[in-house]
């Protein structure tokens, strides 16, 4: 797990700050359900105009702490600010904060106007102001045609708009997402990741998505935070968590990847079969290695030093399409998935290769 200092200087958060003051700083938050701690010390910032996605499997505690910024829960330790002020112990009616919900929770006896008008209704905007508001939400989230629709005539992409709109026209600072996508079908979800992704762009509005989706995650953040039973294991931008995993558990929860275990001494990593050099301390080690990191030795094969060659006996290949999952066996025994460009069987024994510095050393 990262400790709170180590995230509040992720790299991916200075870059994005740049020495700006975050427009959220969640600091040291710790919550309970009775003997149950569900969050730990969890230090994290979101800058403006961020998309920051948390990320975790049930039970990590990622919608309990979207509900502790939105006011709908109350911390047992700990501070929350948006722009430098105190937000924890406002209501959630006086935070420049709005929830889009995973059933999206449109009235079902309101039109689409209504629906969307309901949050000005409520906070006694001028009646004069509010149709100019609403057509401009729904104008944003592409459902202009729509006021007059009853929730039960749309879509589930189309009531997910609404559920939007209905957020956005209260102008936030910050916009919550808790799995609002989960709903829709392989498709229209892929295709509302990229209308969502492109909407956030276009308002400017800062967003924190929860998701238990990896590939969900990847598509749309600046960075993701990825929740571990209630505490952070890694801060970062998709590309880096992804190729610089910290932890073990980071490598194998961010798509497929090889963990070999073994040693180093003297700079050289010894996993069996495996040997190379690397920068490590001397004793047990742990290394990430991503299956599409790994080649087949062929004429176009590098032959460099800092490449590791071994031979595999290949138990199955697997077509994905543009690529094969190979599931190789080693000498020693040991398991190497490897991604290859597809190609037609291949031959049951093949020669290896991938670059040591490919193998990334993580926490295991």
């Not at 969307?116 to 149709?131: C, F, M, N, Q, S």
Request: hydrophobic share 40%; with cysteine.
């Amino acid at each position: 797990m990262i400790s709170p200092a180590q995230t509040a200087t992720d790299s991916g958060t200075a870059e994005k700050t740049g020495g700006v003051e975050p427009l959220l700083s969640i600091r040291s938050i710790a919550k309970r359900f009775g003997s149950t701690a569900v969050l730990h010390d969890v230090s994290l910032q979101v800058a403006q105009g961020e998309l920051l996605t948390v990320l975790g499997e049930s039970g990590s505690g990622k919608t309990t702490l979207l509900r502790l910024i939105a006011g709908f829960e109350q911390a047992d330790g700990g501070e929350i600010f948006m722009e430098g002020e105190r937000l924890d112990p406002l209501p959630p009616y006086r935070r420049r904060v709005n929830t889009v919900f995973q059933h999206y929770a449109l009235f079902p006896h309101l039109s689409v106007f209504e629906n969307v008008a309901y949050g000005l209704r409520v906070r006694k905007v001028a009646r004069t102001e509010i149709p100019q508001r609403v057509e401009k939400a729904l104008a944003l989230v592409k459902m202009s045609e729509y006021t007059r629709r009853a929730p039960s005539q749309l879509s589930g992409g189309q009531q997910q708009r609404i559920a939007l709109a209905r957020a956005l026209v209260n102008q936030p600072k910050l916009l919550l997402l808790d799995e609002p996508l989960s709903a829709l079908d392989a498709n229209l979800r892929r295709q509302m990741q990229l209308e969502l992704k492109s909407l956030q762009r276009e308002v400017g509005i800062s967003f924190v998505f929860v998701t238990h989706d990896q590939e969900e995650a990847m598509a749309l953040s600046d960075r993701i935070a990825l929740l571990r039973s209630g505490e952070l294991e890694q801060v970062a931008t998709p590309r880096e968590i992804y190729s610089r995993p910290a932890t073990a558990y980071t490598a194998r929860f961010i798509g497929q990847t090889n963990l070999m275990r073994g040693r180093i001494t003297n700079g050289v990593a010894d996993c069996g079969t495996l040997k190379w050099r690397c920068s490590g301390p001397d004793g047990p080690a742990t290394f990430s290695l991503r299956p599409e990191s790994i080649r087949l030795c062929d004429a176009g094969s590098s032959g460099k030093a800092d490449f590791v060659r071994f031979r595999a006996v290949i138990r199955s290949q697997t077509f994905g399409g543009a690529t094969d999952l190979l599931e190789t066996a080693c000498p020693d025994g040991g398991v190497v998935l490897v991604r290859i460009a597809s190609r037609g069987n291949i031959q049951r024994d093949c020669e290896f290769e991938f670059c040591a510095d490919d193998a990334i050393l993580v926490r295991g």
